[in-house]
Each structure stands twice: as structure tokens, then as C-alpha cells.
Nanobody, 115 residues
């Protein structure tokens, strides 16, 4: 069984920073990509950022220049550094990892940005 556990969420003021972490455990032999998504109540889960096993990154436009995704496939960790946070970044953030067993999701961590 594969499990992802996120941490690092919390409450910050507008303009503040947070670093989210996601740790994977279980029978993973290969990791192909690592992602962060976010979701607000009543809305669909939206993609935020991706880092491939080769180190390429991609971001939703609203995150470009403010968020940085990084991953360590050997340690089975993925991170999301978030700077200059805005109230509209408030959401539950989920990590997802594409593995030899398929895509695995974490349980989410709440990020709240006050104005």
C-alpha cells in the first residue's frame, strides 16, 4: 500500500510564505512525476504545479513567479515553496505522485491566507 502525507500548511498573512512537504511511503519502485493541486469548497480540484522525474517544472499561471515545486525521487519527497501568498491562494493543497502503481493522492493540507 502506498501512502502520501502532506505537511506544512497553516495560516499566514497576505504576502507571507509557506513550504509544503509531501512524503511517500510504500511499495514504490518508480516515480514518473510529482504534482500539487488545490481545492476550495464547492469547486473542482485544480492543478497547481508539476515536477517530472527529469526535473522539468510547470506551473499554473497564477503560481508562476511565486511558487516553486521541487522533488526528490530517491527520498520520495515533493515540496511546494509558496511566496507572496494571496488570499485567493486559500485552499486545501493535495500532492499527487505518479508511480509504477498509478497515481497516488495525499489527504491534503489546509492553507489559509488572511488579508
Amino acid at each position: 500500500q502506498v501512502q502520501l502525507v502532506e505537511s506544512g500548511g497553516g495560516l499566514v498573512h497576505s504576502g507571507g510564505s509557506l513550504r509544503l512537504s509531501c512524503a511517500a511511503s510504500g511499495r514504490i519502485s518508480s516515480i514518473y512525476g510529482m504534482h500539487w493541486y488545490r481545492q476550495t469548497p464547492g469547486k473542482q480540484r485544480d492543478w497547481v504545479a508539476t515536477v517530472t522525474s527529469g526535473g522539468s517544472t510547470n506551473y499554473v499561471d497564477s503560481a508562476k513567479g511565486r511558487f516553486t515545486i521541487s522533488g526528490d525521487t530517491g527520498k520520495r519527497m515533493v515540496y511546494l515553496e509558496m511566496n507572496n501568498l494571496k488570499p485567493e491562494d486559500t485552499a486545501i493543497y493535495y500532492c499527487a505522485i505518479d508511480t509504477n502503481l498509478g497515481r497516488v493522492w495525499g489527504q491534503g493540507t489546509q492553507v489559509t491566507v488572511s488579508s
